[in-house]
């Protein structure tokens, strides 16, 4: 069970990957595609364990989906029992999205990933910050927001792009 949850992350993962860019022009971040095919041998034997499904057709892979697989199923390794069932979740609710949603989605993860470091960590603990409100808050500030028209959502943003990130709190 384990297994099909950790290569349907993988495939989640390559896949969301590869939809938010367009084919011709890889992100800058990202390191270049793998173009030797990797021997299923050179995988650790957990590695193997979690990705035996795909043994039969391994060397059939392009080389760039295999060093996919491989670097997730090294995550999965390295991952909590609370860190996997959180990806498992989320990953349930991504297969529940019809594909518009689906494709919202890339599209701000992309928009996220080209912002400037300090400017995604902003965004992190603005998004932190609201998940530890109590659900009324969290509803209250939804139901504002998609009352707002575009162009008061821009101006109720714009304070908080300019501002320095706020002092982080680290826990004791």
Not at 79 to 104: I, L, N, Y
Not at 149 to 169: F, G, I, L, N
Request: with cysteine; charged share 20%.
């Amino acid at each position: 069970m384990i297994r099909a949850w950790f290569v349907c992350a993988c495939l989640l993962a390559a896949a969301s990957g590869v939809a938010q860019t367009p084919v011709s022009t890889p992100p800058a971040s990202a390191p270049p595609a793998a173009t030797t095919p990797r021997e299923w041998n050179s995988l650790s034997p957990q590695q193997q364990q979690l990705l035996k499904g795909h043994q039969g057709e391994w060397n059939g892979l392009p080389p760039d989906r295999q060093e996919a697989l491989a670097k997730g199923s090294q995550r999965w390794l390295s991952m909590t029992p609370q860190q996997r069932s959180g990806a498992q979740q989320r990953f349930t609710q991504w297969r529940a999205m019809p594909p518009e949603q689906k494709q919202v989605l890339r599209e701000r993860w992309q928009q996220y990933r080209s912002l400037p470091p300090e400017r995604q960590q902003q965004v992190r603990e603005s998004f932190n910050r609201f998940r530890q409100m109590p659900t009324e808050k969290r509803t209250q500030l939804r139901q504002q927001w998609h009352q707002m028209t575009p162009e008061q959502r821009h101006h109720a943003v714009q304070p908080m792009r300019a501002a320095p990130p706020p002092p982080r709190h680290v826990p004791r």
